[in-house]
């Protein structure tokens, strides 16, 4: 499971919601492990395992900050509160390049979750932590980061990432002209 990829969107498992993850085994930490390592790869801030085609309740993330590695991987994850302040940030996806957008989110959250052995913990999260939480989440309830903006923002969002992939993809082809 060491050489997972990102998902392209559009993509119907961004509408499947994940399973729940009952056994706790080497499986499970291979998966975590290939997550971080698609994060770290790709640049990004974290992952949920929807997005590397696996329909697990599991997020992979790592913020980095500092140049420090502090990876945080949640298992079955759950919000259990969320403050009434909100924030408002620029968020994007790395299945859905070229995209970014605003988004409103609770400024704070505290979430239960598991880790990979299974133990039991409790987390307090605000910045840009708690905003990365609820987005990677999202994809485990058959969500994306484009839900939380008009319909009609969001189609035309996606018809101009496919039409730039498209190109992307032609100007890669070495009968690609500049």
Known sequence: MTNLELVPAPN?????????????????????DAMLEVV????????????VGVLKRVIAIDLQENGERMPLVCINPEIVSQSSETISREEASLCFPGIRVEIERPARVEITYQDVDGKRHKLAAE???AT??????EYL???????NVSKLKRDRLIKKMVKDMAHERKCNDRSCCP
């Open 12 to 32: 119907p498992i961004f509408r499947m919601k994940a399973a729940p993850v009952t056994s706790f085994d080497d499986e499970l930490k291979e998966l975590a």
């Open 40 to 51: 770290y790869r790709k640049r990004g801030l974290g992952i949920g395992a929807n997005m």
């Open 127 to 129: 910045d840009w932590l």
């Open 132 to 137: 990365v939480i609820q987005h990677e989440m």
């Open 141 to 147: 309830d058959g969500r994306t980061f484009l839900d």
